[in-house]
């Protein structure tokens, strides 16, 4: 008698919906590429490029005193000097201390890892925005000064912008609660990730009732809060002063750009003025002429928030769902105003912004060539040490050049219809 063999089982409609999806999209399985072969890039940094020791030493001395119980931040300090860092830091570096036995090498593999995965998650990123031609992806991988900065100098900038990527990739799925929490973790990590805070609290305003805002900035306080209250009981004004001190005045020798700015006049508080000003009118213009340009200006947007929150209905029913390429534009150019008005930038302060580069040079409307030729110019620059006058007036210049490509690029509608807000 003849065994009738088992028919074959089909594949799933969704499985090969998902195959074709993939194989559609040339980003997805080129991502994928750029990760394999950064591992295997990151395992040669780390076995063939010597170590420089920088701030390794200063850290582990400042998480040493604070495993040995001291919680007066007036007395954490370092090779470099006192501990100016928020104690998210304490916390990470106390377990990475714990881990690695305060060794370089294990720390070496263990930023490798945290390389791989903030490049994992920032490639996430611009795989849900429609943005860059895939090939362009690989301009993430290719920058030497931020390999250097994870997985030769070991440093805190890191862990903060890991963490503010994982946060943006929760704003884009509309997390917003859930983001303002990761993103407070990032501060508390290192103070730059504020810069990201003024774009962050407007798209806040779009996407979210005022219910929904005040909640979301609740967590992220309370988040602030019980990170530091064993340093705010033990002395709150040296914890406050120390780990959110926004007067540091930085070495005129280490900063990358304004080094053509003679050293009197870059320490001077009147630079520091200035440069805070001109950060404050470019946030202004770029979001009035920008950002609100859709909702007829800043003042017409803040004026049709404030009248939703005095109507007795649900104002949340007037609320549009954000674009991802809003979301990640606005962050992005917002941060970037702050990198071009901060008066010093240091080496490691590269990673605050470069894998927002290549985001920010294909929204304008500049042709490939020059937008790479962009990107090429802005890592040179972070190449030269130490860094000298011409450096820098080039780069502030390149900077200078993209922002006004983003301002004169056209301003594209904010929103996206009940088609468009579906998942990519």
């Known amino acids: 008698m003849a065994v009738r063999s088992a028919p074959r089982a089909k594949p799933s409609r969704r499985s090969t919906a998902s195959t074709s999806k993939l194989f559609r999209n040339p980003k997805l399985p080129f991502a994928f590429a750029l990760i394999f072969a950064d591992v295997i890039l990151v395992a040669l940094i780390i076995a063939y490029v010597p170590y420089t020791k920088i701030d390794w030493d200063a850290y582990m001395s400042q998480v040493t005193g604070f495993i040995g119980g001291e919680r007066d931040y007036s007395k954490l300090e370092g090779d470099t000097g006192p501990l100016v860092y928020p104690a998210g830091f304490l916390y990470i570096y106390s377990a990475i201390q714990y881990v690695t036995g305060g060794e370089v090498f294990p720390a070496q593999i263990l930023f490798g890892l945290l390389y791989i995965i ?20 690989s ?21 903060a912008m890991m963490l503010f990527h994982a946060a943006l990739a929760s704003l884009l799925y509309k997390k917003w609660h859930l983001g303002l929490i990761i993103f407070s973790g990032a501060v508390s990590i290192k103070m730059n990730v504020l810069l990201y805070a003024p774009p962050l609290f407007l798209l806040m305003l779009k996407a979210m009732d005022i219910s929904g805002v005040i909640s979301a900035l609740a967590g992220a306080a309370l988040v602030q809060i019980l990170l530091g209250l064993p340093f705010i009981i033990a002395n709150p004004i040296a914890y406050i002063s120390r780990a959110f ?6 070495i005129h020798f280490w900063s990358v750009n304004f080094k053509f700015i003679p050293e009197p006049l870059f320490v001077s508080k009147e630079f520091a003025v200035s440069l805070l000003f001109g950060h404050l009118m470019l946030l202004a213009i770029f979001t009035h002429y920008r950002w609100c340009k859709h909702d007829g200006g800043l003042l017409n947007f803040l004026h049709s928030r404030f ?41 490691q302060f590269y990673s605050w912004y470069f894998y927002s580069l290549p985001y920010l040079l294909w929204q304008t409307t500049f042709p490939t060539f020059l937008r790479v030729i962009l990107f090429i110019g802005v890592e040179i ?7 000298n ?8 210049f390149l900077h200078l050049v993209i922002l006004w490509g983003l301002w004169s690029a056209p301003s594209e509608y904010p929103y996206a219809d009940n088609k468009a807000s579906k998942e990519k």
């Open 389 to 396: 006058a011409y450096s820098s007036a080039v780069l502030l």
């Open 118 to 137: 903030n490049l994992g998650i920032i490639l996430f990123i611009y795989t849900k925005t429609d943005v860059l031609p895939w090939w362009a992806l």
């Open 381 to 387: 620059c972070w190449n030269v040490y130490p860094s």
């Open 307 to 347: 009248v939703s929150l005095k109507k007795s209905d649900n104002s949340s029913s007037s609320l549009k769902i954000l674009k991802k390429e809003h979301i990640v534009t606005t962050m992005f150019v917002g941060n970037f105003i702050g990198i071009i008005c901060a008066r010093s930038l240091h080496y």
């Open 139 to 159: 301009l993430l991988c290719l920058s030497k000064r931020v390999h250097s900065i994870f997985v030769l100098r070991l440093f805190n900038d890191c862990f």
């Open 245 to 250: 001190n926004l007067g540091r005045v930085f």
